[in-house]
């Protein structure tokens, strides 16, 4: 059974640093899309940043530069990190980590909250 665990979400102020990560569980995973969305109060949910199974990493535009996705692999669990710099009062959501390897394997977390103040 395919489970993602969201963690490191907290209170920060602008400017600084955090990490979020999600221990994935349940599946090697090698065939998967995985990344991160965000999901800020009374918007959608947007993608952030993600990695294909073939290693190619996208961010979004609002992220470049500031977030960093990596991910480690072991057996039958994957942990993917969003390690985020410089962070921005726009930068506050809910961060929800995605696997995905076409229907029905389709995955999400709980989601953790980050929050930046200003």
């Known amino acids: 059974q395919v489970q993602l665990v969201e963690s490191g979400g907290g209170l920060v102020q602008t400017g600084e640093s955090l990490r979020v990560s999600c221990r994935a569980s349940?599946?090697?995973?090698?065939?998967?899309?995985m990344g991160w969305f965000r999901q800020a109060p009374g918007k959608e949910r947007v993608p952030v940043a993600n990695?294909?199974?073939?290693?190619?990493?996208?961010?979004a535009d609002s992220v470049k530069g500031r977030f960093t996705l990596s991910k480690v692999s072991a057996g039958n669990t994957v942990y993917l990190h969003l390690d985020m710099i410089n962070l921005k009062p726009e930068d506050s959501a809910v961060y929800y980590c995605?696997?995905?390897?076409?229907?029905?394997?389709?995955?999400w977390g709980l989601g953790t909250q980050v929050t930046v103040s200003s």
């Open positions: 995605h696997a995905r390897h076409g229907p029905p394997y389709d995955y």
């Open positions: 349940g599946d090697t995973f090698s065939r998967y899309d």
């Open positions: 990695i294909t199974w073939t290693g190619l990493r996208r961010y």
